[in-house]
Nanobody, 118 residues
Framework: QVQLVESGGGLVQPGGSLRLSCAASGFMFSFYAMSWYRQAPGKERELVARITSAGGSTNYADSVKGGFTISRDNAKNTVYLQMNSLKLDDAAVYYC???????????WGPGTQVTVSS
């Protein structure tokens, strides 16, 4: 029943932009913080960006500050990741997550591939 479905991944050149979307269903979206993680081949999974349940606070990995923006639309049960000035090191599988503190719960999407290549 719980589903997180990422979309918007694909191939982009260095310096280009891409917007990822994550459509959520099967749970109370507005009660959950939403995050984007990524994992590149040979690297550890990394928290890229996070946004609180009401959208009032965000945080980012140092590696993407200034280039990436996370946002959410609670009316549409959707979270976004706007990626600008993409670099080769940004290539990875990007995962959408939803989590809450009480009771503790966390859900993961299946991921979407972002390829950055010249």
């Amino acid at each position: 029943q719980v589903q997180l479905v990422e979309s918007g991944g694909g191939l982009v050149q260095p310096g280009g932009s891409l917007r990822l979307s994550c459509a959520a269903s099967g749970f109370m979206f507005s009660f959950y913080a939403m995050s984007w993680y990524r994992q590149a081949p040979g690297k550890e999974r990394e928290l890229v960006a996070r946004i609180t349940s009401a959208g009032g606070s965000t945080n980012y990995a140092d590696s993407v500050k200034g280039g990436f923006t996370i946002s959410r639309d609670n009316a549409k049960n959707t979270v976004y990741l706007q990626m600008n000035s993409l670099k080769l090191d940004d290539a990875a599988v990007y995962y959408c997550t939803a989590d809450r503190s009480w009771p503790a719960a966390m859900y993961w999407g299946p991921g979407t591939q972002v390829t950055v290549s010249s």
